[in-house]
Nanobody
């Protein structure tokens, strides 16, 4: 399984950015975006199931949108109204959704893409 992120970069606060994750064509039960800021633990940002059900961390709800194009084997994270605290390395992950437990990550990770939001 290969996951390859792209689309990170530098943007001013209030701006938008879209990061992408291309996989090797396997349809997972669910996939997610995580991020890790310097000195902080990796945190789950958004998830999407194979049926299209989405979930978001409270910190990004209303600003970020996760989606997937199965024809292109690509998952996206559209980030709007970006804030400096969104600065982090963003990782895509393949996993599964369990109703009582939520999203569970499998050990399939991309290499990460840096997103930097300046004031």
């Amino acid at each position: 399984v290969q996951l390859v992120e792209s689309g990170g970069g530098l943007v001013q606060a209030g701006g938008s950015l879209r990061v992408s994750c291309m996989d090797s064509g396997i349809i997972f039960n669910a996939m997610g975006w995580y991020r890790q800021a310097p000195g902080k633990q990796r945190e789950l940002v958004a998830t999407i199931t194979s049926s299209g059900r989405t979930n978001y961390a409270d910190s990004v709800k209303g600003r970020f949108t996760i989606s997937r194009d199965n024809a292109k084997n690509t998952m996206y994270l559209q980030m709007n109204s970006l804030k400096p605290e969104d600065t982090a390395v963003y990782y895509c992950n393949a996993g599964y959704w369990a109703d009582e437990l939520g999203y569970r990550a499998l050990d399939y990770w991309g290499q990460g893409t840096q997103v930097t939001v300046s004031l």
